[in-house]
């Protein structure tokens, strides 16, 4: 009767450890698995930082490059003002130099002596 009973628990047993071979492979499967997903989640996560700051990165870029346009433009501006300046200031130099020479040329009056 032992003998009976030994002959249908083994298989059953052998069947069970058989069964539980697959159920860690399973394990371990599932266990790889969810790490990969972790992984994918922190590479995701680090792939929208990276974005967000390159978008940051290029409007800033942009702002700036605008700003400079405009202030080159005043540059220009306030040369061409600078140059017509110094223009007015030469011809006014000029007529001023020209009226102290004129004024020079003139002979003193009679009787007066400097």
């Known amino acids: 009767m ?10 059953f047993a052998a069947t069970i450890a058989l069964a539980q071979a697959p159920d860690d ?8 698995a969810g790490a990969a997903y972790r992984e994918l989640q922190k590479a995701e996560f680090t792939a929208k930082q ?19 346009d405009e202030l080159k433009a005043q540059t220009e501006a306030a ?5 017509a300046a110094k223009g007015r200031e ?5 007529t001023y130099e020209a009226a102290v020479d004129a004024v ?9 002596t400097k």
């Open 2 to 11: 032992r003998f009976q009973l030994l002959v249908l628990i083994l298989p």
């Open 104 to 112: 020079d040329k003139i002979p003193p009056p009679a009787g007066k």
């Open 79 to 83: 040369q061409k003002k600078f140059d």
């Open 50 to 68: 990276a974005e967000d700051e390159y978008r940051q990165a290029d409007a800033s870029h942009k702002a700036a490059q605008k700003r400079a």
């Open 90 to 94: 030469a011809a006014a130099r000029k």
């Open 25 to 32: 492979a399973l394990q371990r499967a599932q266990v790889k």
